[in-house]
Structures are given as C-alpha cells and as structure tokens.
C-alpha cells in the first residue's frame, strides 16, 4: 500500500489567490496524477508524470499547471483561484511493476469564495 | 477514447440484499481492470482489480468481479451486503498509461 500524503486537506481561500496543493508519496512511484472531484461526481484526470521532469495534461482542461522536481513530490499550483475551482483534488501514484495499480491520498478540498 | 459506463448511478439495499454493480468499457486493448470505494469522508481505496487470469477475481470485504471481455464489461458483485457497504464505488479501466474512471455508483444499505 502506497503512502500518499496531500496538504492541505481542506482550504478556503478568496478570488485571485495564488494556491499550492502540496503532493508527497514515500514508495518511490514513477507515476503520479491529479484527478479532480466534485461531490457526487466523476473523477477527472486534470494532470499526470511519468517521472521526474514529466508533467501531462489529463482528460479534463484544467487551468491548474503542476510540477515533477522530485520524485516523491507532485505540487499542484492555481496561479489565481476563481469559484469554479471549489471541487476535491485528489493526488496518486502508482508504479508500472504493479500493474498501474493507483493509490489515492486523502484529497485536497479547495473552496474559493 | 476509452471509456467507462457505470449503469447504476444510486442504489439502495436493505441489508443482506445482493448486490451487483455494473460496469463497461470500451477499448480494443489489453486493459487492467479495477474497482475503487470511497467511504463517506475517507479517501479511494482499491477494492480488487484484474489484470489477467481467472476472470472471477476476489477482493476484500466479500466483494468480487468477473470480467467478461466479450462484453466488455467488469461487475462487481457482493452476495449479502452489510450497512458498512455503504460508499460511492467507482469501475476504472486502464492501459499502460492513464486510469480512466466511470461516473460512480452511490451504494446506501438500510439496516
């Protein structure tokens, strides 16, 4: 079972704000993503890395961007929060030895007022 | 585009009831195949997945799939659910490259 470990869980934060959603996995996983939630909802790929120095864009537009420096760290950056934002943001990992087997952290809950 | 279609949006047992969930997918490849539930408050936690052989594949908490690649589809089934069943349950397909989920199911089982 693969540690993922997101900060902050839960964020309230006024229009404009930049915000960074932190992102920090322990097992040494060459992959990680984003996926985007709304309550009740489908989740969205918004952001993927196969490694180090690699970022993706997932299925759904995000206006989100993210970063891959270290292995273990996936920080997800909004440079301006709108209310549209307000939604879960979910990190995982996952490595090819497994299957692509993915393990979620706990979810980040971004409100933007 | 893969994708993955989830029949059910809510359901709703009685305890002890059968439960199957169904899912679809559509793609041509080799796929894994795999079942996530989120408890209400708690983060996604894989419930059983299925890469290749026997395509009736065990989880836990009593929960099984079967994967019938004819029609494309991938199960998920409990013979007598219990009130601790109660989450959302997400069908998720993937290649070797990205997991792409269904819309999710929202189980709720009444005492």
């Known amino acids: 079972e693969a540690d993922i470990y997101q900060t902050p869980r839960y964020l309230v934060i006024g229009t404009g704000k930049k915000i960074t959603l932190e992102c920090s996995q322990t097992m040494g996983h060459d992959k990680m993503y984003w996926y985007q939630q709304d309550p009740g909802m489908e989740l969205h790929l918004i952001h993927y890395?196969?490694?180090?120095?690699?970022?993706e864009k997932g299925d759904l537009s995000s206006e989100s961007t993210v970063s891959r420096i270290r292995t273990e760290h996936f920080p997800l950056t909004l440079e301006s929060a709108r209310p549209s934002h307000t939604s879960q943001y979910l990190c995982?990992?996952?490595?090819?030895?497994?299957?692509?087997?993915?393990?979620f952290g706990e979810g980040s809950w971004l409100t933007v007022v | 585009a893969q994708s993955v279609s989830q029949h059910n949006h809510h359901v709703i047992l009685s305890e002890a009831a059968s439960l199957e969930l169904g899912c679809n997918y559509s793609y041509g490849g080799t796929v894994n195949l795999f079942w996530y539930v989120q408890y209400p408050g708690q983060h996604l936690q894989l419930l059983l997945k299925y890469f290749s052989g026997d395509p009736l594949v065990k989880g836990i908490k009593g929960f099984e799939a079967e994967f019938i690649k004819s029609k494309f589809s991938f199960n998920l089934r409990k013979p007598s659910v219990q009130w601790s069943d109660t989450a959302e349950y997400f069908c998720a397909v993937s290649n070797t490259d990205k997991l792409i989920f269904g819309t999710g199911t929202r189980l709720q089982v009444f005492p």
């Open positions: 890395s196969y490694g180090v120095n690699s970022t």
């Open positions: 995982a990992s996952s490595e090819y030895a497994s299957g692509n087997t993915i393990y």
